[in-house]
């Protein structure tokens, strides 16, 4: 049995890693169009990308919006889930539930809804309007990261920190916040991949002027399987591997120092 | 001269009252203890003193100068936390160094005091090791040097030895009043334990469903409790419910006991019904009845041995008594045997309520 559930590991994690094997190579492939195996080796289609600006401009706008999704989102989350996780008032379940919709209605609904309403505003095809979407999908999903630090969070460290002279707002710079920190970075890194990597609402609203990396990729692969998605895809997955791999990287050479033992 | 008022305080709930006209005075530098069960009311009090809650009536105050109206951060009092409250992401020396931040003194010169401080509660060495790094009993003498390196009006602590072993426990009772007599700090400490309110305090306040049941010195409160629930919470004690029959030959009469005479007090009236106290160690343990005391036939039911002393517990008729003798001695007794237990007046504390 243990035998034979090590063997399935091993088969699920050759699944899951086979789109990865597959793409890294073709990224550096002489091929006209994505091919598996490559019959040549280059950087040909890395430099492809970095000079077309048909490719660069997608990639800003996407950096952009991811980046103002993040922000906004912050501005909307901290808030929400210092009142929703520490306060109780009429109406709190029903926020709660508000704050988690735009995780559970299909992606296309809310493509659909955006594309009229935001027609109707005037907004439909610009930057504004493709983040006001994505934050209202980033939303939900930095609320349940934050409100699971903030639940976990020791209450008696914030009345130590007033018993000792710190106001409400110095208790909250020098205590709360640092404390909070990781929570609050993890937060932020998921509402900005969220909008990187979001796809339907983008094809459906961000028209030309605002359109973003995932769109562009949708659009190439759609008309001629240009080489250039494996570029950037090999490049995405090397950056999300910076990101899981750095932090522990770094933990560990801290960790080198001398430790000492608690007596 | 009282240092410490707390005057007439009530605190409720809706309907339910959590704290029933609370009044206390402490000198300057004195270690008072709040003892009392859980929800007694004694946690809410330090509260209502800390500013974490606020008083349905009645006022603290400090000095003189009443504390109502300033937010907790404006009181100047240290408080240690059950589970100490130390900041996981600053060092010990910054931990005791924030109040002193929160004060604007620069932080050369506040790292400084809080290296010292942390050298008077013994962790000289410890300033640059995080929380978690250190072992429960050093948290606890960092949140310590952390609550009084700002020089309080008050040291409140909340239940502070809760958490350690036994040993620990009784190395940081030492470790708090000898901190505590350095400083000359007014101190209110928290617990549920007896024998901890009984080793530390000057004086000891025993709290019950919301009230205040007595305020003593630690032995008085041993041996001359007001009350019945004081006499049963702190220490072992038999307690016997009887009736006064004579004031003047200071004789009351209970069930399976009959006359007996308890020690000289103006409490007693003729027909009252008291409770009568034999702390366990008051009485002793023969085989035969022993001349010039009074005795009474127990049948023994189970030994407690401690070592150096065992607690026989025993029925005289259906009244359960209890009985310390000291270790040595149990030999000469088995279960379900029967034997001879006895005292003299003096032993015979009476509670009128």
Redesign the interface.
């Known amino acids: 049995m243990t035998r034979f559930m090590k063997w399935l590991g091993v088969v699920v994690v050759i699944f899951i890693a086979a789109p990865l094997v597959i793409v890294v190579p073709m990224s550096f492939s002489t091929a006209r169009s994505l091919q598996f195996p490559p019959p040549g080796y280059g950087l040909g289609y890395y430099q492809a990308y970095f000079s077309d600006p048909s490719w660069l401009i997608p990639t800003w706008n996407s950096i952009i919006i991811a980046t103002a999704t993040t922000v906004l989102t912050m501005l909307l989350v901290v808030p929400a889930t210092f009142a929703l996780v520490r306060h109780q008032f009429r109406g709190r379940s029903i926020a709660d539930l508000m704050m988690l919709m735009p995780l559970a209605v299909p992606s296309i609904v809310m493509a659909v809804g955006y594309y009229s309403y935001f027609g109707a505003m005037g907004i439909v095809h610009t930057h504004i309007g493709v983040v006001l979407a994505h934050t209202a999908l980033a939303v939900p999903i930095a609320f349940l990261v934050l409100s699971a630090n903030l639940k976990g969070f020791?209450r008696?460290?914030e009345?130590?920190?007033?018993?000792?002279?710190?106001?409400?707002t110095?208790?909250f710079i020098?205590?709360t916040l640092?404390?909070l920190r990781p929570g609050l970075i993890i937060s932020a890194l998921f509402a900005f991949i969220h909008s990187f990597d979001e796809t339907v609402v983008s094809i459906f609203i961000s028209g030309r002027n605002a359109e973003t990396l995932p769109r562009k990729m949708f659009d190439s692969i759609r008309q001629e399987a240009d080489p250039v998605i494996a570029v950037i895809s090999t490049l995405l997955f090397a950056l999300v591997l910076l990101g899981l791999v750095g932090p522990r990287l770094v933990a560990a050479l801290r960790n080198r120092r001398p430790?000492?033992q608690?007596? | 001269m009282s240092y410490l008022d707390l005057k007439g305080i009530n605190k409720s709930y809706g309907q339910f009252v959590a704290l029933n006209d609370v009044n206390l005075s402490a000198a300057k530098g004195e270690f008072v203890t709040f003892l009392g069960p859980s929800g007694s009311g004694k946690t809410t009090t330090l509260m209502i003193i800390a500013g974490f809650e606020k008083a349905t009536t009645g006022s603290v105050e400090i000095d003189g100068r009443p504390l109502q109206g300033l937010a907790p951060h404006e009181r100047n009092i240290g408080i240690v936390f059950q589970n100490y409250g130390l900041f996981p992401h600053k060092t010990a020396a910054e931990n005791v160094y924030f109040p002193l931040q929160m004060r604007s003194v620069k932080r050369a010169a506040g790292l400084k005091r809080a290296e010292e401080m942390l050298e008077l509660v013994g962790l000289r060495d410890f300033g640059h090791r995080y929380p978690k790094e250190l072992s429960g009993g050093q948290q606890q003498r960092v949140a310590l040097a952390r609550a009084l390196v700002f020089e309080p009006s008050l040291l409140l602590l909340d239940e502070p030895l809760g958490a350690l072993d036994k040993n620990l426990r009784e190395q940081m009772q030492i470790e708090i009043k000898r901190i505590q007599r350095a400083l000359g700090v007014t101190t209110i400490f928290v617990t549920h334990d007896q024998t901890e309110a009984m080793s530390m305090s000057d004086r000891i306040v025993v709290f019950e469903g919301g009230r205040i049941n007595q305020v003593a010195a630690p032995l008085d409160l041993y041996h001359k409790p007001e009350t019945r629930f004081v006499a049963g919470f702190i220490g072992e004690s038999n307690l016997i419910e009887a009736v006064v029959t004579d004031p003047v030959a200071r004789t009351a009469s209970a069930a399976h006991l009959g006359e007996v005479e308890y020690a000289p007090t103006d409490k007693a009236k003729k027909g009252q019904g008291v409770t009568l106290m034999i702390r366990p160690e008051h009485m002793r343990l023969s085989r035969n009845p022993i001349e010039g005391r009074r005795n009474a036939q127990m049948k023994v039911e189970t030994i407690v041995n401690y070592g150096d002393n065992a607690l026989v517990i025993g029925k005289v008729g259906d009244l359960t008594m209890r009985v310390r003798v000291l270790g040595a001695d149990v030999v000469i007794i088995k279960e379900n045997q029967d034997c001879c237990i006895s005292w003299t007046p003096d032993a015979v504390y009476l509670i009128a309520k």
């Open positions: 020791d008696t460290l009345r130590a920190a007033m018993s000792l002279g710190a106001s409400p110095k208790t020098h205590v640092p404390i430790r000492v608690a007596a």
